[in-house]
């Protein structure tokens, strides 16, 4: 038995076209599933992008105003992937016109607008999703599998970090990504919020933190045209940078780990360096994103066979590998994450169960956030609280 569900994407840059993408493969990788996607309506201001949505993907129509999506009562789930200043608005909007929400994170520009968020959804029990993509790599679940088997003992350490150096060039433009009014937090928002989810997934809750901040480049060329932060201007008057660069923060977890996260835009060689790196007492693991179908791992009682980190490739026993190829070692992509999540989400709303990462998953990162934050000011260690 299949059931159609009617999406809405609003704002069609990149993110707006990867998630369409991502709908359009649900039926093509997950026959089985019983969930099929129907691209009902698709929103901006930019008419050129929702024709060329419509052109690429079979949208049934455009909008120029957002609020026709929520309008439209053929449109079960939303999917939000504009700017973080427009998440609470639309967001809220959203979940009172009765629809599911998948957005972006770090949905809202501070904590405070994430926990309302958050507390919205909740009280309107609707369905909620975040844009945590990276923790669907297989060989991250296949992991999560073993650390809830107790193969790896109780976790002692963890350290992650995002190193993206999208800002390495002073050169490039100030997008709104450099604006607190806009973006609000920088890294903490950005990077952070990736870093958080892989950490609270894979060792649990975090008790205190001690932070520090920096913007290391402190102005950059105002933009003479729409663009992404990937853009370079060489002439041009300048202006101040209103958000941070750098978040560095040590962490004692709940259970009793100690930890560090570490994340940074302008630093140099790391293009997409999302990292971890955990101890247990029975094993230990490692993972990068830029390697994102390859897994280290060491286990105590494979020691003697496997003296030291073992390199596991991606393979069809490993959650949803098999379902883009037969093979191990025959690698998944970025979008095979994103489509992953979008069924993810998709299943829980055909079968009226919350899935993770729900906004309840981005509250809890919000609230290690605010903590953070407050660490900058007080310079000391901070106790992460739900507010």
Known sequence: MTREVGIGVIAMGWMGMTHSRAYQQVVNRFPDSGVVPRLKVCADTDS????????????????EDWREVLDDPDVEVVSITSPNWLHREMCLAALEAGKHVFCEKPVGREPSETREIAAAAQAAGLLTFTGFCYRWSPVVQHLLALIKEGRLGQVTHYRGRFFCGYGHNPKSVLSWRFDRNKAGFGVLGDLMSHALDMALMLAGPVAEVVSENETFISERPI??????????????????????????????????????LEVCRVIGGSDCEHTFELNGTKGSARWNFERMNELELFLDDQAVERPGYARLQSRPEFPRHGDFNPGGAVGLGYEDLMTIEVHEFLRGVVAGEPVEPSFEQIARVADVQAAMARSWETRTWENVTAE
């Open 48 to 63: 050129d992008r929702t024709n060329e949505a419509c052109r690429r993907f079979g949208f049934e129509r455009t909008a």
């Open 223 to 260: 933009p003479s045209q729409a663009g992404t932060h990937f853009a370079v201007s060489e002439d041009g008057p300048v202006a101040a940078v209103t958000n941070e660069d750098y978040v560095g923060a040590m962490v004692r977890f709940a259970n009793g780990a100690r930890g560090t």
